[in-house]
């Protein structure tokens, strides 16, 4: 099949990149110019795993192109994927995606044969029906039905993991004006995923709840598992662990994102349970399950400064190890982690940060308070607690009778994943997050 992608950057590039890899010819635009050039030299311009090895099986079927005009007519359904940032309120903004569909206009009238207009960005429900579809037949003088096609077709990623969260999807989500623009785009996924995954064909509205409240279910077994282990940490002998092992084994429950350690983060889970509250309000409900899971999101990076400044006062050294999001991602974005780092700046403590990917954007973030580290030995040195955050391999190796050279006698270890419970740590307070502790001798 002959697609284009608008919008190259870390989603758009990667679902450009699989589909050409599989075999179907690709058209990509994006208004930013470096990138074209960088990806007409067989350059890769974005950091995501796997994405330049992926490439490599792509750039014979993948044409970067320089304008709407000439994406749309090499191509018989055209994705969109740019980004749809919150308002103040949380709703998402249309305004990019708007943009596009008004570029895409002119070639979408001039074309002879039926063409499908796909939205993978993430957008409010009722979108399609109110916005686009009214948008696209009044700037082409065509029928949405009949003369093209609009489908809504969010993918299900998260950043580290993109390319392979994309061809071994459990679900394709697939909104569709009209059932050959359904079908056609089912085809497409069909083609590419190396699983066989449940095709979701459905209404357009449908598709756009069915995205934005997966999200926010995915959210809820988070701070569910993030507030069971608070409970936990107050039981001696408890052990999140233990239990969440046990309740995800029920299947009604099942055990993906039930682990407590910390909190969701990035670009995509807290603005989504912000939008779902908005859109629930703006049809005379209320989310009120949502509100309760970002105030358990919300509320871990306080638990953790409790438990340091229950340990040590300020100016003592804090050593925090893992500042992205999750692992495999440089993104800080609603990071647990920089927040946490936040507090203890302003409180006067002496931080120390180290992280492989992320200590350029937390300097953006952070400035010049905060101490930056390459070495992990030097970010440790002197320091009274250390604190693992994000889950990255480098920290479940450590050599922990090294490190008790290098901190304070009896430092204290905040270990939010449990990454050195079967190490030895004697020499430190040992305080893993989610597992009750005895403080009776």
């Known amino acids: 099949m002959n697609i284009s992608v608008i919008g190259l950057g870390k989603l758009g590039l990667c679902t450009a990149a699989c589909f050409a890899s599989a075999g179907h010819q690709v058209y990509g635009y994006d208004l930013n110019d470096f990138f074209r050039r960088e990806l007409k030299a067989r350059r890769n311009p974005i950091d995501e795993t796997g994405l330049s090895e992926l490439l490599e ?35 998402f903004t249309n305004d990019y995606l708007i943009k596009v569909l008004e570029g895409l206009a002119p070639a979408l009238s001039a074309k002879g044969t039926f063409h499908i207009v796909d939205v993978v960005s993430t957008v409010m429900p009722g979108s399609c029906d109110t916005i686009f579809r009214p948008l696209l037949e009044q700037a082409t003088g065509k029928k949405c039905g009949s003369d093209f096609g609009l489908v809504y077709n969010p993918e299900f990623i998260a950043l580290g993991s993109v390319i392979r969260n994309f061809l071994n999807p459990d679900m394709v989500l697939i909104g569709a004006s009209d059932e050959q623009s359904g079908a056609l785009i089912r085809d497409l996924y069909a083609s590419t995923c190396k699983t066989s995954p449940m095709m979701a064909v459905m209404s357009l509205v449908n598709a756009e709840i069915t995205k934005i409240s997966l999200n926010c279910y995915v959210t809820m077994k988070i701070s569910y598992a993030n507030g069971l282990a608070a409970i936990c940490e107050q ?38 349970n912000i939008a779902f509250q908005a859109f629930a309000e703006e049809f005379g409900s209320e989310a009120l399950l949502g509100k309760a899971v970002v105030a358990v999101n919300n509320s871990i990076p306080r638990r953790i400064f409790d438990k340091i400044v229950a340990h040590c006062t300020a100016p003592a050294k804090i050593a925090l190890l893992g500042l992205s999001y999750k692992a495999d991602t440089h993104i800080i974005e609603e990071s647990h982690s920089i927040m946490l780092a936040q507090l203890l700046q302003n409180t006067g403590f002496t931080v120390a940060l180290h992280d492989p990917k992320s200590l350029e954007p937390a300097k953006k973030q952070l400035g010049d308070a905060v101490e930056y580290d390459d070495s992990i030995d030097k970010c440790l040195k002197g320091a009274a607690v250390v604190a693992l955050l994000t889950d990255w391999p480098e920290y479940r190796n450590l050599d922990w009778e090294h490190i008790a050279a290098l901190t304070k006698p009896g ?6 994943w449990r990454a050195a419970a079967e190490k030895n740590l004697s020499a430190f307070t040992y305080m893993p997050l989610g597992v009750g502790i005895s403080t009776k001798e």
């Open 57 to 91: 099986s792509a750039w014979n079927n993948l044409n970067i192109v320089d304008t709407y005009d000439a994406a749309v007519h090499a191509s018989d359904a055209t994705l969109i994927i740019v980004p749809t940032p919150s308002l103040p309120d949380g709703r």
């Open 235 to 272: 039981v001696p002998g408890a052990d999140i662990d233990v239990i969440t092992a046990a309740i995800g084994a029920d299947t009604r429950v099942g055990n993906k994102c039930l682990k407590g350690g910390l909190g969701f983060g990035g670009p995509c889970f807290p603005r989504d």
């Open 411 to 416: 430092a204290l270890v905040v270990d939010s």
